[in-house]
Nanobody
Framework: QVQLVESGGGLVQAGGSLRLSCRAS????????MGWFRQAPGKEREFVAA????????YYADSVKGRFTHSRDNAKNTVYLQMNSLKPEDTAVYYC??????????????????WGQGTQVTVSS
C-alpha cells in the first residue's frame, strides 16, 4: 500500500505562486508514474499534470501549461507541483495520485490507484 500526503496549499492572490508537495510512504514511488488532479466546487475532478517515473517527461492540461511545473525527487519519495501566475479559476482541491501500473504518464483518472487526501488552493482576485 502507498499513502500519499499533500501539503503546500493555501490562499494566494491572483498572479501569485504556490508549491504543492506530495510525500509517499509505504512503498517507493520511483517506478510509478505520478499525477496531479483537481476538483473545484460543483465540478468533476480533472487532470492537471503528470510525470513519468524518471521525471524527464511531463504532460499538462492546456489550462495550466506554461504556468505549472510537475517534478519529482525519487530519493525523497516526493513529487511537486510548482504553480505560478495563479488565477481565480485555479481554485480547487488538489490531489496527487500514483499509477503503479505504468512508468509513463497518464491523464486517465482511473489508471491511478493511490490518492492523497487533497490540499485546498484558493486564489483570490
Amino acid at each position: 500500500q502507498v499513502q500519499l500526503v499533500e501539503s503546500g496549499g493555501g490562499l494566494v492572490q491572483a498572479g501569485g505562486s504556490l508549491r504543492l508537495s506530495c510525500r509517499a510512504s509505504g512503498r517507493t514511488l520511483s517506478s510509478y508514474a505520478m499525477g496531479w488532479f483537481r476538483q473545484a466546487p460543483g465540478k468533476e475532478r480533472e487532470f492537471v499534470a503528470a510525470i513519468n517515473w524518471r521525471g524527464d517527461s511531463t504532460y499538462y492540461a492546456d489550462s495550466v501549461k506554461g504556468r505549472f511545473t510537475h517534478s519529482r525527487d525519487n530519493a525523497k519519495n516526493t513529487v511537486y507541483l510548482q504553480m505560478n501566475s495563479l488565477k481565480p479559476e485555479d481554485t480547487a482541491v488538489y490531489y496527487c495520485a500514483a499509477n503503479p501500473r505504468s512508468r509513463w504518464y497518464s491523464t486517465v483518472e482511473n489508471e491511478y490507484d493511490y490518492w492523497g487526501q487533497g490540499t485546498q488552493v484558493t486564489v483570490s482576485s
